[in-house]
């Protein structure tokens, strides 16, 4: 078993930036790819970025340029540094994590709480 809790979401105002971070507890041996999802109100699940055990990075197309994501395998840690915020990008942020490489698939294994991200115009 697997817990995730994120932190770090808030209220900015459009062209700022956050960061979220995501600390994994439990089975290490069950945490391969880490990565985050986001949802905003009346829209589908989005997965926005991965990264897996050996560090390979995936973006969804809306975010590249302006997030960045990152690991602290030794911590269990992933954080999601995100620059140039846009009123689009409010969603609830939820970490994830998987024993395989998820970004075709989007199948996971576990899930945080998630976190709230809202921007303003």
């Known amino acids: 078993q697997v817990q995730l809790v994120e932190s770090g979401g808030g209220k900015v105002q459009a062209g700022q930036s956050l960061r979220l971070s995501c600390a994994a507890s439990g089975s290490r041996s069950a945490i391969n790819a880490m990565g985050w999802y986001r949802q905003a109100p009346g829209k589908q699940r989005e997965l926005v970025a991965a990264i897996t055990g050996g560090g390979l990075t995936n973006y969804a197309d809306s975010v590249k340029g302006r997030f960045t994501i990152s690991r602290d395998t030794a911590k269990n840690m992933v954080t999601l540094q995100m620059n140039s915020l846009k009123p689009e990008d409010t969603a609830v942020y939820y970490c994830?994590?998987?024993?395989?490489?998820?970004?075709?698939?989007?199948?996971?294994?576990?899930w945080g709480q998630g976190t709230q991200v809202t921007v303003s115009s």
């Open positions: 994830v994590s998987a024993h395989g490489d998820f970004w075709n698939s989007g199948s996971v294994d576990f």
